[in-house]
């Protein structure tokens, strides 16, 4: 499948762009005008270049049409993504960055294990988070932290009902995180209106044709390996080109399972089956992931890579840390961020949104 990343728009209809899936990339690489970058990496084209020298290298070369996803990567990274509706009501994601609040229903999450566990605290965990400003509540009933096993589908369903069935019963949206399909369908039964999903699908046959039945919106993460196995040395050659390439694969494959492209956001899985230096490469990359077209979500709140870097061993303590992943990941280009603290996330990516979009003022 051919994949399209917009690394940067340049001035004349150019731009740096990387494909994937090409037959012939060194061939399309040689017929296209010099323009300082054309070359190939691990069988992705990475050039500069304008669409139509493209689409015109690419028919020289090889039978392949290019033109469909190179046009939709570059308008997608040109513009907003489009809002996304749920069962509630829309999120506004082409205006502005929204805010996902954790709320972990379970006794052994990294960060707050344990203390949302009995049903009436989670639920007044819910509201504190809702009024602190939080757009959605994303209740999880198992931990998806790094060595973490699985939990029964009878309990993690005990645990994610109730909070997830208060909360939308008062008026608060909710999100289940969950990889399992009868998990996913007794949330949004209760009121849950987005299923947000670590494993893309690939830990429960059933949940992907289950999000398509119940037409809700659905994050599509990247994570290699399952929690128990993930950070079990992650090794990559490029792991922004596969994580993208996955992402845009699997969104492909989604759509022939009846998951229409308009309902998924797009997680590049911080933390899932990476290192620090991938979690930060592919922070610096938020913004090409826009290129294809569906609102990112980035997980960075309080993860072990932020305390690599900043020394800071208990999670609960790197709240400076995340808010600057979650301020460079909206000044690249992110529309959800998902977070623990959710009033400080929210003025930081308020400015680094106002920032980002800021129009000077002619003359001024």
Do not use: W
């Not at 004349?12 to 070359?39: F, K, S």
């Not at 609960?316 to 280009?333: F, H, P, T, Y």
């Amino acid at each position: 499948m051919l994949t399209v990343r917009v690394r940067q728009r340049l001035g004349d209809g150019a731009a740096h762009l990387v494909i994937g899936g090409l037959q012939r990339p060194e061939a399309v690489a040689a017929a296209l005008p010099a323009r300082g970058v054309a070359a190939v990496h691990h069988g992705r084209l990475d050039a500069v270049t304008r669409a139509e020298e493209l689409l015109a290298a690419v028919t020289s070369a090889e039978r392949t049409t290019l033109a469909p996803p190179l046009r939709r990567a570059l308008a997608a990274f040109a513009a907003p993504p489009p809002d996304l509706d749920t069962p509630a009501g829309v999120l506004p994601t082409s205006a502005r960055p929204l805010i996902m609040g954790v709320l972990n229903v379970t006794p052994d999450s990294f960060s707050d294990g344990g203390r949302y566990a009995r049903t009436d605290v989670a639920v007044r965990a819910g509201h504190t988070l809702a009024a602190a400003g939080a757009d959605l509540v994303d209740v999880g009933g198992e931990s998806t932290r790094p060595g973490a096993d699985p939990v029964p589908v009878e309990v993690e369903v005990e645990r994610v009902v109730p909070v997830v069935t208060a909360l939308a019963a008062a008026g608060v949206r909710t999100s289940v995180d969950t990889s399992k399909a009868a998990v996913a369908r007794a949330a949004v039964e209760a009121g849950a209106v987005l299923v947000n999903d670590v494993s893309a699908g690939a830990f429960d046959p059933e949940l992907l044709p289950c999000v398509a039945e119940l037409g809700v919106p659905y994050v599509l993460m990247h994570l290699r390996g399952t929690p128990r196995s993930m950070q079990r040395d992650p090794r990559y050659l490029d792991v922004v080109a596969e994580v993208f390439d996955h992402l845009a694969i699997r969104l492909a494959e989604l759509e022939a399972a009846g998951i229409a492209r308009e309902r998924v956001l797009v997680d590049p899985g911080l933390g899932f089956g990476k290192t620090t230096a991938h979690n930060l490469a592919l922070v610096g990359a938020t913004r090409e992931l826009t290129s294809l077209g569906r609102p990112v979500l980035i997980g960075a709140s309080r993860k072990s890579f932020l305390g690599a870097v900043t020394g800071v061993d208990d999670p609960g303590d790197r709240l400076e840390a995340s808010l600057a992943v979650a301020a460079l990941a909206v000044a690249g280009g992110a529309r959800l961020l998902r977070v623990h603290d959710v009033a400080e996330t929210r003025r930081a990516v308020a400015l680094a949104h106002a920032v980002a979009t800021a129009r000077p003022t002619p003359g001024g």
